[in-house]
């Protein structure tokens, strides 16, 4: 068999290296249009930041090393311009020569990744905009830094714009962070990236929301970036980090089917529309795994996971692929965000049913030294309890407890089994209550009815018709509070019974406290001497000073 793969970073490596570990009879050729094949592309921004310090550990696994150790064909600078799936036929043209040949295969895999978008801006090719996807990008912005660049401006708050914001502010550069919505991460709900925009800001950031750059020009200093609010920022460069799109271009060309979201269309097996045509990585459309809808979903886990699932079924082996559920971690200086599953915005898009509860644990137990606590999501099943989502923003904690939730939705378990789920417990690392149990106790003391919530977007239209009271010390009530709450302290709550009464009557009462603990004893002994329409805020003030501010 003659197996061509086009492309050799994630999914076309890994797909050649399974292959071959399948078949010693195979002839197996990787075609990569550029120098580098299997590079650390998610670790660039951290060469440029000066936290890895060596160029080398950019480059995982060489041609040479792929040649030697797996006996296959890499031709780095050769690209694959045309398709002749009657033929069975590739038009490559090799770069350094300009030349173009016929190449034939048997089976075909397409692993061309996502290329930055770049909308039709003035002075979008401007030589100081760069984007950032391998090493010769990060080769060209790393010698400006390297050359004294003192300003940057990064446009994109999301995972690549915010590393490189990082980046240009650890080696001591000034940084204009522009972003088309009102936040940072629009990947995670508002409420979520709120901490992140602090963290941000306490670092020096310049923020620039709801706002885009409309056009690149010269600048003294080197490019200045024009905002549709009018804005002017001059720099000695700028990242443009707005997202990518599937190269689908020379499976389109071909013939082959496109989804909606404008990926390659894969079955399965990662099959194409043509059998003998394989594509996997970025450029395929998946299935997400929570609201079952074609999407793109560019991370380096699933390509890798996609590119051996395609070697195997080349292979003879019956593998599938099912979905993509969306895992992705994030550091931005000293916190962490993370993410699996779906958002409140796409459960929301999509007409999904869901509920939500808000906790903010430590990472480890408070006793002993250097945790903080984080700021837990979770999304639900309002039936069976099933996990829809979680997002994770902290400091020490995030990356296990993230990894334990994605695990938790893939295999179908319920905010129950959260509760039960045995997880290491010293000290150093964790609390015999796990932020992760914690969140199974709550969200099942939700849909078992020993709980009601009210949230903080519902305040002032939906908690207007009621009472609001902050059953912290009178202390915290009198540094701050929500405005119109009345301070009744937990302790003294069951002495002020009558008074509650008289201050409610039939109105709802509307609970809170700093994060949900003390407001949600209240409720429970309201609740148990006859107390109805009774809400306890999810979050507590923290999450409520997330979302107003």
Request: with cysteine; proline share 5%.
């Amino acid at each position: 068999m003659k197996l061509v793969i086009v492309g050799g970073v994630a999914a076309g490596a890994s797909a050649a290296a399974r292959a071959r570990r399948l078949s010693e009879e195979a002839d197996i050729i990787i075609l990569e249009r550029g120098e580098y094949i299997s590079f650390a592309n998610c670790g660039l921004p951290y060469h440029i930041g000066g936290e890895i310090s060596k160029r080398d550990d950019m480059l995982i696994i060489t041609p040479e090393h792929m040649r030697e150790n797996f006996n296959i064909d890499v031709r780095t600078e050769n690209e694959a311009i045309a398709i002749d799936r009657e033929r069975k036929l590739l038009t490559v043209r090799n770069l350094e020569t300009g030349g173009e040949y016929q190449q034939a295969y048997d089976k075909l895999l397409l692993c061309q990744g996502a290329v930055p978008v770049k909308p039709p801006l003035p002075g979008i090719d401007h030589p100081r905009l760069f984007t950032l996807r391998n090493i010769p990008d990060m080769d060209a912005i790393k010698k400006l830094v390297d050359g004294g660049a003192q300003r940057a401006v990064v446009i994109g708050a999301n995972y690549i714009g915010l590393e490189m914001v990082e980046a240009f502010r650890r080696r001591g550069m000034d940084v204009d962070l522009v972003e088309m919505q009102r936040q940072v991460m629009p990947s995670l709900d508002p409420e979520m990236a709120s901490n992140l925009q602090h963290h941000l800001e306490g670092r020096g950031v310049n923020m620039h929301f709801h706002t885009i750059a409309e056009s690149f020009g010269d600048d003294p200093h080197g490019i200045m970036v024009t905002l549709s609010n009018g804005a002017k920022l001059a720099a000695d460069l700028a990242v443009l980090a707005i997202g990518v799109r599937p190269e689908a271009g020379l499976a389109a060309d071909a013939g082959l089917e496109i989804g909606i979201s404008g990926g390659v269309r894969v079955d399965r097996h990662l099959r194409t529309s043509d059998p003998d045509i394989y594509a996997a990585g970025d450029m395929v459309e998946v299935i997400h795994t929570v609201t079952g809808e074609p999407s793109v979903i560019p991370l380096a886990g699933p390509a890798n996971r996609q590119g051996r699932t395609a070697a195997n079924h080349i292979m003879g082996r019956n593998s599938t692929y099912i979905s993509t559920q969306g895992t992705a971690i994030l550091k931005v200086f000293e916190m962490t965000a993370a993410t699996t599953g779906a958002s409140e915005k796409d459960l929301k898009y999509h007409d999904i049913p869901y509920r939500k509860i808000y906790l903010h644990p430590y990472g480890h137990a408070t006793y002993y030294p250097n945790t903080a606590s984080m700021h837990l999501k979770l999304l639900f099943s309002p039936g069976d309890g099933k996990i829809l989502g979680a997002q994770i923003v902290g400091y020490d904690g995030v990356d296990k407890r993230i990894d334990v939730l994605a695990t938790a939705l893939r295999a179908g378990i319920t905010v129950f089994v959260l509760r039960d789920l045995e997880l290491a417990y010293a000290p150093p690392y964790s609390s015999a209550k796990d932020p992760v149990n914690m969140a199974g106790f709550v969200a099942a003391n939700m849909l078992r009815g020993d709980v009601e919530f009210w949230y903080a977007e519902d305040y002032p239209e939906k908690t207007a018709d009621g009472v609001i009271i902050d059953v912290r010390t009178r202390r915290e009530f009198s540094r701050w509070h929500i405005q119109g709450a009345v301070n009744i302290p937990l302790r003294e709550l069951r002495s002020r019974l009558d008074e509650v009464r008289e201050l409610a009557g039939d109105r709802p009462i509307y609970l809170y406290c700093l994060v949900g603990i003390r407001s949600y004893y209240a409720y429970r002994i309201l609740h148990l001497n006859g107390f109805k329409h009774v809400f306890n805020l999810a979050g507590g003030r923290k999450t409520f000073e997330n979302v107003h501010h």
